[in-house]
């Protein structure tokens, strides 16, 4: 008691008080530590781990019924159980026996085994009486004992192993006339394991993954390998990762391995019963190209945010930064995923509309990327808007200006109408690339007007002060308007220039970009003169030396014909729209604003006090030309060696949101929305902003459709910062001079005529209309037959073609098909271009550069009788539809097919023999007859020819070909007809 | 009740000898008892036996101090438990922190070492706080005062030299911010007020890679070797340090009488 | 609520909560005789009552639960890096409220001749087992349950990668340094960054040292230690807390000033034309050009600075703190004279700023010494 008391003197907290917080506050201790633990199970991985397996424990039990339902109405499977059943009856009927012999065959087990056994022990006897006797042998000396004793035990030992070898041979014949009992039931039964094999797999299967089927060790397994903790030895639900190969992350300057673990929740990326699913589960489309170990790009090295982008360790929705394709689908993910913009990542996702954005960056060398249709449209309208005019980008590097040369702008056209189109080119030729400065919605109030009509003038007056002359003579013959009409109809011109006619209302697609390559042929009456058009197209280069309008070899008549066409058409509207006087009071204002820019205000004052209007028209001028930069697409004089204004876009995809002005307005803030709104609205940024003349921003606007815009904008997307390690597509040799091919072909827009790599072809189109308005034919039948009046489809040409002919073919073109209207046109290509081409044909078909054999065709007399033979009207009848040389085969000229003279210097031999064997596989849709058919090619000859040997013909067909004499068929110009 | 001297199982449990050589009091009853489980236990040595009554005064107290040295345990567990997963280097570190938030279990560690670490300079200062508004650091406890503010002072470089190792933007720029001011040293920092005196002839001895920022960051900027300083530093250097001015601020408590109280 | 809020965003301006609170802060907490009396009248001692800590922290709950109606205020006060900054507000409002109030009781208690309330019968202890060691238990239990329920509902940030290339706006440091971050508004780095936070340690050292008043130890009292309490608690509160929370919560891109209910706006200019004390001598007072002498051209600073230091002390140890003077010695004064008169550096330079626009005091930026 006494005790007690004093513990009591020595307390200040009564303990029970004390016990009472500590119970509680120990109990909230628990729950947090609890909490800590439910934080890392109630992740949203698991869950959908959770659901993929729900989900595919119900697909496998659907595969497994649809499995099971076939096997129950396979006859042959029904058939094997009842034989089966059978034969385990007769079987039945034989038990007694079977009985006997199995005893037989135990009783034989044990006694094989003993006698083995005891084989056994008499053989390490005898070795150990062999190693005595050696031993003895070698030192001191044999002994009778040591005889007596290696004798005996190796005579035991022979006889015993005897003995064990018959008791086996005895048994094995047993056990073999015991199997024959089961033979059928096992043959039996191995036929139905095949057949239910697909059944047996599901089953496994479902044994592994779905509870109902498990054992019940599984199924505690099962239960127990995911329970906090334990879950660290080989737990169901795990984090699964891809360590990306091919690509690292780019965290700023420094390269990081890319760890993606996507497919923790897209589980069924990989799985082709998936493709139905909703996501993350679902099948990733086109297998064949992606994901799939055997496709291009597996998934174990290119894992998925080497293409996709995205924060690749982020194991929630959120911080996977997965990026939406529209607000709708924004809000969506808001309410289902809690989504928000996860901003710190600077990578986000590239949104669905976008995807093929990730493409570019392995693949920036290649102009037409199949399978990325929008990123490739978006390149080619990069292109033909000539971007990279203004913004650097290291693809375009080196391209040509897009806009014509204004050097000698004075001889094409007149001030009025330049002041005109420079204020709103939409007005005279709508749809056009160059895009409008003017009238946006920085510039359109009144007072802005005002100002940027004399700014007009200055630039024109600039222009024209500084144009060189062109020195035109006369036209020497009188043009003809109807003929020229005919003439633009039928030589190509609509290959690259849309006509007259054609509307500028339709969806631009990459064929129709082909023929918007040259300005639209529209109001050339307002514009230009005849004069000048005629000069222009007797050759282009005398105006512009790098431009890329060809020669077409026109004569003088037909030049005079187009240019007399041509002026005819004019735009009245245009040119009745007023141009305002020149303002001295505004001038003024204007150069005192562009000089105080650059000087003091007294010296700007000064200067501008000693300036006359011309001098005030030619400094504002030549200002305003570089302030906006107009040298960037035209050559204008003195400003040769002028740097481009605008931004560099070779990294934009990669630049940091935050660098992006969003200013005031309210769009999303997400690079693709600012790229968008820049590109439809191009100084909206300016909007609510106090700035100067010369502080606006000064992106023109272009005439792009919703859609194009899109395009553009995965283009940017995919301009992005890359690893200089970076797996690109492999640099073959092949791949490059491809690629490089690819461009020239692009530059020089041969796809407008030539249908290329299955592309192009644009003209043909106005083949049709050419056939029908000028040509007198029916719409049905120019459709059938515009192929025969276009340009040649070029698949296969570096198979085809010999590599020499096709030098001197580009540098010179010649007449291969003189029945056709289209002209090959004259390029002026220097070697390295024609070569460039060259490569790119040979490489494209894997054909051997540049060396080839050539053959030496040594027909025997006989063989050269059979060649004749072949050729003649008996035979294939050749020159019914073949030129050759001079001489026209008869009939109307959609049937001719191009000159056989010219084959020995043109075609490959190799080509030649398949062209023969089977024309329509090298050239699907040819009018060249199949002589040979490939099914029946055995019978497909003539037999009375040399022995009915089809592979002889064909190579003496192709070795008489390429000896074909000129001279074994005069021809005479007479024999010449239209 | 029942028998009394019938034993209950968790007496037995508590009176056996394999408990008993580890807590030679046994359940502490008496008084006695009570002063040898003080007496006894190496952690609870730190404490005398017998206090003043208001020492136990949570009011006068405030908890402040064991609480700091609490929170310097549990940041001690944690910052091993991080050690595993994370790597210095400029590479992976980055990298590492996303693995701790997104994969590894109980990846909730870092959480409670940097709010810890917050936490810690919390009660820190607010320790000092209650040390100075109870006089407390009047004589005999100047010196044992001393050590307390240059506890303060590792706590706060142990907190900023953590700070830069996620090696995101905030680590960086808080540690670009914190350490400029390094270059402003006077005559150790190439910007500082007469640096430009520490010369030799026309050689400058204190200039951007040899003033006292560069020996702080291994370099003129944030970089891999300042990552690699600041582990070493935040991992082993600070806590060695700390742990010693801990155990003389500790040792000095009892020596300088207990806790201060009136007299 | 919008003009409310607009009233709160300009009597935050740091010219006015500054000037108000060092203003209130020698009413609440008086270094002399003659303050304490007016405190006294004024009955602010009430404060810290517990009808004053009602009153305190319903103000303080009242101001944070409609604060964060508000968007701008939300943004700021939860970032995680934040919170900690938060609660460091609530607690140090609330231990200087619970340490004054127990401060208060013990000094009716000794104005009545009894003992503190701290006081026992010296013989009368406890022991550590359990009563000690069971409380400690106790906080370490609810210590812990705090860290593992803010781990649970707040995630520590993670920015984006390191980037050097690209500073965010604004960079600041870790906050319990953005008090030395906010000094560098007003002072140079070899300033702000090097020697002021040297001072404060050395200062904080020397506290033992200096205070000679053996009264108060061991027990929360005001009136017997008024002075050391007032200078301790305005340094502590105003030069470091203040401006800890000025840096986390009132300072946006470029180091701009916005209110707690301002946007923070990446455009906010803000005018800044600071001159030097040279240029105010020579340029606006003399109207003549600076002289190209460095020595000349800062004579007039380097006088003021040189004066602030050598002539201030002994002139205030003859006049306003002849007492501490005579009760300290010499060098015990003098060290607490340069500490106090270097900490009344950073309001003097603030209130230079904000009235004169002066940058520097002294300005040689070829020696990088400016002050």
Request: aromatic share 12%.
């Amino acid at each position: 008691m006494a005790e007690k008391k004093e513990a009591k003197q020595e307390r200040y907290y009564s303990i029970s008080k004390l016990n009472k917080w500590f119970a509680i506050s120990s109990m909230i201790l628990c729950v947090a530590v609890f909490g800590v633990f439910a934080q890392d199970y109630l992740r949203e991985w698991r869950v959908f781990q959770r659901e993929f397996r729900e989900l595919e424990v119900e697909k496998t039990r659907q595969a497994y019924e649809n499995a099971q339902q076939d096997l129950e109405q396979n006859q042959e499977y029904q058939t094997l159980i009842e034989d089966q059943k059978k034969a385990s009856l007769e079987l039945e009927g034989k038990e007694v026996l079977r009985k006997a012999l199995q005893k037989d065959i135990d009783k034989l087990d044990s006694e094989y085994y003993s006698v083995n056994r005891r084989h056994q022990f008499a053989k390490a006897e005898y070795d150990a009486a062999k190693y005595r006797y050696e031993d003895a042998q070698d030192h001191e000396g044999l002994t009778k004992d040591i005889r007596d004793e290696f004798a005996k035990t190796q005579s035991l030992m022979k006889e015993l192993k005897i003995s064990a070898e018959d008791t086996k041979k005895l048994l094995d014949f047993k056990k073999e006339e015991l199997s024959s009992f089961d033979e059928k039931i096992n043959q039996l039964d191995k036929a139905k394991e095949a057949l239910s094999h697909e059944l047996d797999v599901i089953n496994r299967m479902l044994a592994k993954i779905d509870t109902a089927h498990m054992s019940f060790g599984n199924r505690m397994a099962d239960k127990f390998r995911d329970l906090p903790i334990v879950d660290f030895m080989n737990p169901s639900e795990r984090i699964e990762q891809v360590v990306v190969k091919v690509d690292t992350e780019n965290l700023n300057f420094m390269r990081v391995p890319r760890v993606d673990r996507c497919v923790t929740c897209h589980q069924g990326v990989l799985r082709k019963d998936f493709a139905d699913a909703d996501n993350p589960y679902k099948t990733h489309p086109n297998l064949d190209l992606f994901l799939s170990s055997g496709s291009p790009h597996p998934l174990e090295e290119f894992g998925c945010t080497s293409c996709h982008a995205g924060r690749g360790r982020g194991t929630d929705f959120v911080s996977a930064a997965h990026t939406p394709s529209s607000p709708e689908q924004a809000k969506e993910w808001e309410e289902k995923y809690g989504w928000h913009e996860f901003h710190l990542w600077e990578a986000p996702m590239h949104a669905k509309p976008h995807v093929e954005a990730g493409c570019f960056k392995c693949h920036s060398g290649e102009t037409v990327l199949r399978g990325a249709e929008k990123l490739t449209f978006g390149l080619n309208l990069i292109e033909r808007s000539g971007c990279y005019s203004c913004h650097t980008i290291e693809k375009y590097k080196g391209d040509p200006k897009t806009g014509p040369n204004l050097a000698k702008i004075s001889s094409k056209t007149s001030k009025d109408w330049t002041f005109r189109w420079i204020k709103d080119p939409q007005a005279f030729r709508p749809g056009t690339w160059m895009p409008s400065f003017y009238g946006l919605s920085n510039n359109d109030d009144p007072e802005s007007v005002q100002w940027t009509d004399q700014e007009i003038h200055a630039i024109v007056h600039y222009l024209y002060t500084e144009s060189e002359n062109y020195d035109m003579k006369e036209i020497p013959v009188v043009g003809h308007l109807a003929r020229g009409e005919e003439l633009v109809s039928s030589i190509g011109c609509f290959a690259c220039h849309k006509g007259p006619n054609e509307d500028d209302d339709e969806d631009r697609d990459r064929q129709h970009l082909l023929s918007e390559f040259g300005p639209h042929l529209l109001g050339f009456g307002s514009k230009t003169s005849e004069k000048w058009l005629y000069h222009w197209l007797k050759d282009p280069k005398t105006y512009h030396p790098d431009t890329r309008m060809p020669n077409l070899r026109l004569t003088d008549q037909e030049a005079a014909d187009i240019s007399s066409y041509l002026v005819s058409l004019s735009n009245e509207e245009f040119m009745e729209s007023s141009v305002p006087e020149i303002n001295e009071d505004m001038m003024d204002n204007i150069t005192h604003e562009l000089l105080s820019l650059k000087f003091p205000a007294w010296e700007a004052e000064e200067k501008l006090k000693s300036m006359s209007l011309e001098d005030k028209l030619a400094f504002s001028g030549e200002t305003i030309i570089r302030q906006q930069g107009c040298f960037a697409c035209h050559n204008i004089p003195g400003f040769e060696d002028e740097k481009p204004i605008g931004v560099e876009l070779t990294e934009e995809g990669s630049k940091s949101l935050h660098k992006f002005a969003f200013e005031l307005s309210d769009i999303e803030h997400s690079k693709a929305a600012w790229f968008q709104t820049k590109l439809k609205h191009p100084r909206i940024f300016d909007k609510g902003k106090i700035k100067g003349p010369y502080e606006k921003s000064r992106m023109p606007k272009f005439q792009f459709s919703d859609e194009e815009i899109d395009a553009v904008v995965t283009a940017l997307l995919g301009f992005v910062k890359t690893d200089p390690n970076l797996r690109k597509k492999p640099r073959t040799p092949k791949n490059l001079f491809v690629e490089a091919g690819q461009s020239f072909i692009r530059q020089h827009n041969c796809q407008g005529c030539h249908i290329i790599e299955g592309e192009g072809g644009a003209i043909q189109e106005n083949i049709q209309d050419w056939l029908v308005k000028h040509q007198g034919k029916t719409e049905a039948d120019a459709e059938a037959l515009a192929a025969s009046f276009s340009p040649p489809n070029l698949i296969g040409e570096g198979k085809k073609v010999q590599s020499d002919w096709l030098f001197s073919f580009l540098h010179e073109p010649t007449i291969i098909r003189p029945w056709l209207k289209v002209r090959m046109p004259t390029y002026d290509f220097n070697e390295e271009e024609i070569n460039t081409a060259i490569k790119y044909f040979n490489f494209l078909d894997d054909e051997p550069f540049p060396f080839t054999e050539k053959i030496k065709p040594d027909l025997s007399a006989e063989e050269m009788a059979a060649g004749e033979k072949m050729y003649s009207p008996d035979y294939f009848d050749c020159f019914n539809c073949h030129i050759r040389g001079a001489k026209m085969p008869g009939g109307t000229p959609d049937r001719w097919a191009p000159n056989l003279e010219l084959a020995k210097e043109r075609l490959k031999a190799k080509w030649i023999i398949d062209w023969i064997k089977n024309p329509q596989k090298l050239l699907p849709g040819t009018k060249m007859p199949m002589y040979f058919d490939p099914e029946y090619f055995d019978d497909s000859g003539p037999d009375d020819i040399l022995d009915g040997d089809e592979h002889e013909q064909i190579r003496v067909l192709r070795d008489y070909l390429l000896v074909l004499p000129k001279a074994a068929n005069p021809s005479s110009p007479s024999d010449q007809d239209g | 009740m029942a028998d009394p001297k019938k034993k209950t199982m968790f007496q037995k449990i508590a009176e056996s000898q394999f408990l008993k050589s580890i807590f030679r009091t046994g359940i502490p009853h008496t008084r006695r008892q009570r002063m040898m489980a003080v007496l006894n236990n190496v952690f609870l040595h730190l404490h005398p036996v017998r206090l003043p009554k208001h020492a136990v005064k949570v009011k006068y107290t405030w908890c402040m101090g064991g609480l700091s040295f609490f929170v310097f345990l549990v940041l001690t567990v944690t910052g091993i438990l991080l050690m595993f997963y994370y790597r210095p280097t400029v590479e992976y570190a980055y990298g590492d922190i996303i693995d701790l938030a997104e994969q590894v279990p109980l990846g909730i560690m870092r959480e409670i070492h940097r709010w810890g670490a917050h936490l810690m300079i919390i009660t820190v200062w607010l320790h000092m706080f209650r040390v100075f508004m109870t006089g407390s650091y009047k004589p005999p406890r100047e010196f044992n005062w001393v050590i307390g503010v240059l506890l303060l002072v590792l706590t706060m470089l142990l907190s900023f030299t953590g700070y830069l190792l996620p090696w995101d933007q905030l680590a960086i720029w808080a540690i670009t911010v914190g350490s400029n001011m390094a270059r402003a040293t006077p005559f150790l920092g190439h910007e500082g007020p007469g640096a430009a005196l520490l010369a030799i002839g026309d050689i400058n001895l204190v200039h951007a890679a040899s003033d006292v920022r560069f020996a702080l960051l291994g370099g003129r900027f944030v970089g891999e070797a300042t990552l690699l300083r600041f582990y070493v530093l935040h991992c082993i250097g600070f806590p060695f340090i700390i742990m010693i001015f801990m155990v003389v601020h500790f040792w000095r408590i009892r020596k300088d009488g207990g806790i201060s109280g009136p007299t | 609520m919008d003009a409310f809020k607009s009233i709160i965003n300009s009597l935050s301006e740091p010219q006015i909560m500054f000037s108000f609170l060092v203003l209130v802060f020698f009413f609440i907490f008086p270094p002399s005789d003659k303050l304490y009396r007016i405190h006294k009248k004024l009955r602010l001692d009430l404060l810290w009552t517990n009808v004053g800590g009602v009153f305190i922290f319903t103000g303080l709950f009242v101001f944070f639960g409609l604060g964060v109606t508000d968007e701008n205020f939300r943004l700021i006060v939860t970032k995680p890096d934040n919170v900690p900054i938060v609660g460091l507000l609530f607690l140090t409002i609330f231990f200087l409220w619970l340490s004054m109030k127990q401060g208060r009781d013990n000094d009716i208690r000794l104005a009545e001749g009894q003992k503190p309330n701290e006081y026992h019968d010296p013989e009368d202890k406890v022991l550590v087992w359990p009563d000690l060691v069971y409380i400690e238990l106790i906080a370490i239990v609810l210590c812990s349950i705090l860290l593992m329920v803010w781990s649970i509902y707040l995630k520590a940030p993670l920015e984006g990668p390191a980037n050097l290339a690209d500073s965010p706006n604004p960079s600041k440091a870790p906050w319990y340094f953005l008090g030395l971050q906010e000094m560098l508004v007003y002072f140079d780095p070899w300033l702000a960054g090097v020697v002021l936070p040297s001072f404060i340690v050395l200062g904080l050292m020397a506290i033992p040292y200096i205070d000679s008043n053996r009264k108060g130890q061991g027990y929360y009292t005001f009136n017997e230690r008024k002075t050391e309490i007032s200078l301790f608690l305005f340094g502590w509160l105003l030069l470091w807390v203040f401006l800890i929370f000025v840096g986390t919560f009132l300072r946006g891109p470029n180091w701009n000033f916005f209110g707690p209910f301002e946007e923070w706006s990446l455009s906010k200019v803000v005018p800044l034309t600071n001159i030097n004390l040279s240029e105010l001598v020579y340029v606006r007072w003399l109207k003549t050009g600076l002289p190209d002498n460095i020595f000349l051209r800062e004579f007039f600073g380097i006088s003021f600075v040189v004066g602030y230091y050598l002539i201030l002390p002994p002139l205030l140890a003859r006049t306003i703190l002849k007492k501490f003077y005579s009760k300290m010695g010499i060098f015990a004064f003098s060290m607490f004279v340069i500490l106090l008169l270097t900490s009344v550096t950073l309001p003097i330079k603030m209130y230079l700023r904000w009235t004169l626009n002066l940058k520097y005091i002294v300005a040689i930026p070829e020696f990088f010494f400016n002050i």
